[in-house]
């Protein structure tokens, strides 16, 4: 008697959802990210270079920021540091200088 092959239909359909959930995903961040958002990760890159323990997890539209960190995070050396580079990036670079030199309209 033949043996028949099946398909784990179950794998595929789960790693079919999966592409199709990270491509509509990353298609929402680049056609919809605000001003404020691209800003924030162009400050975030050099920031993002300091720890590679640290770096810059996520954006809301109107710019805040949160940085992934190994543990808690809250009050390391690791975590201020990062702020305080993100503050210095803002500092340099203002979001209005950022904003005209990017030839954009604010949101």
């Known amino acids: 008697m033949r ?55 996520q954006v809301a539209p109107d710019g805040r920021y949160w940085i992934l960190t190994p543990g808690w995070g809250a009050g390391d050396s690791g975590s201020v540091n990062y702020f305080a580079c993100m503050n210095e990036q803002f500092r340099a670079h203002p979001f209005g200088e950022w904003l005209k030199a990017q030839k954009r309209e604010p949101s």
């Open 3 to 57: 043996s028949r092959r099946t398909c784990p239909w179950s794998i595929l359909s789960a790693a079919l959802a999966t592409l199709i959930i990270a491509g509509c995903a990353a298609t929402q961040k680049t056609v919809q990210e605000t001003p404020q958002q691209t800003y924030v990760r162009e400050m975030g890159r050099t920031c993002d270079l300091l720890d590679p323990r640290y770096r810059l997890e």
